[in-house]
Nanobody, 120 residues
Framework: QVHLVESGGGSVQAGGSLRLSCAAS????????MGWYRQAPGKQREFVAV???????RIADPVKGRFTISRDNAKNMMYLQMSSLQPEDTAVYYC??????????????WGQGTQVTVSS
């Protein structure tokens, strides 16, 4: 069981920046993917960014060029650097870790979320 704790959320004005952190309770070196998702009020949770264990990353189109994902396996940490924030980025941001097994099964872990509010 991997416990994830997000931090770094807050309130900023449009155009501002925030860095979210996700701390894992154990080594993330064997975690296949670690990612960020967000959920705005009245909307479904949506994908934001993912870091894959082969070193590659994927960024959702709405935040491409503004958000950067990174992970530090040595510290069991993952980050989301957010810049040029817009009101539509307002949401609860969740950290996710996925581990896949040889039998096709997988485990998915979620943090409790951190609120990001962007005012115009």
């Amino acid at each position: 069981q991997v416990h994830l704790v997000e931090s770094g959320g807050g309130s900023v004005q449009a155009g501002g920046s925030l860095r979210l952190s996700c701390a894992a309770s154990e080594s993330i070196g064997s975690i296949n993917t670690m990612g960020w998702y967000r959920q705005a009020p009245g909307k479904q949770r949506e994908f934001v960014a993912v870091s894959i264990d082969d070193g590659s990353t994927r960024i959702a189109d709405p935040v491409k060029g503004r958000f950067t994902i990174s992970r530090d396996n040595a510290k069991n940490m993952m980050y989301l650097q957010m810049s040029s924030l817009q009101p539509e980025d307002t949401a609860v941001y969740y950290c996710n870790a996925m581990q896949y097994y040889d039998d096709g099964d997988y485990s998915s872990y979620w943090g409790q979320g951190t609120q990001v509010t962007v005012s115009s």
